[in-house]
């Protein structure tokens, strides 16, 4: 069995706003803090005033903010903020062989086809080519 995705202890916070596309603005313990907000996306349903947010810390010098949002507390789910995460995953259970579509023997990501990418590409001897 290979390595299991891990995230580092969480911080629990409450939304204020959105400053721009990758800042935000959360109380945590208290106070005020910055956080950088890892989907550029408007998530405007989802980054609300108040609502229930985990933050990882920041780690590294360089950081301007505090912390990076992970999770967002929406209608009782957990919601990643972390556009690239639902990719990361996937292989993970492909690799574990979890999921119906395990049976392929070879998993590529991020396999161009013509103009298009697509997230993986699953394939193996004798097998049809499955392209997610």
């Given amino acids: 069995m290979g390595a299991q ?3 580092a202890p969480l911080v629990r916070g409450r939304f204020i ?5 990758f800042r935000a603005r959360v109380m945590v313990e208290g106070r005020e803090a910055l956080v950088h907000v890892a989907n550029p ?4 349903e989802l980054l609300l005033p108040q609502r229930v947010v985990w933050l990882e810390p920041a780690t590294g010098q360089k950081r ?3 912390y990076t949002l992970v999770l967002v507390e929406h209608k ?3 919601v990643s903020m972390r556009s690239y995460l639902a990719n990361d995953l996937l292989a993970e ?8 579509v395990a049976r392929y023997e070879r998993v590529e990501r991020e396999v161009r086809r013509g103009k298009s990418r697509f997230d993986f590409r699953l ?3 004798g ?3 499955c392209w997610l």
């Fill in 93 to 100: 259970a492909l690799a574990e062989g979890v999921m119906a």
């Fill in 127 to 129: 097998q049809e080519v």
């Fill in 64 to 66: 301007v903010t505090a």
């Fill in 41 to 44: 996306g408007r998530c405007a």
């Fill in 5 to 7: 995705m891990q995230l």
């Fill in 17 to 21: 706003e959105r400053e721009n596309r």
């Fill in 123 to 125: 394939s193996g001897d």
């Fill in 76 to 78: 009782g789910v957990l």
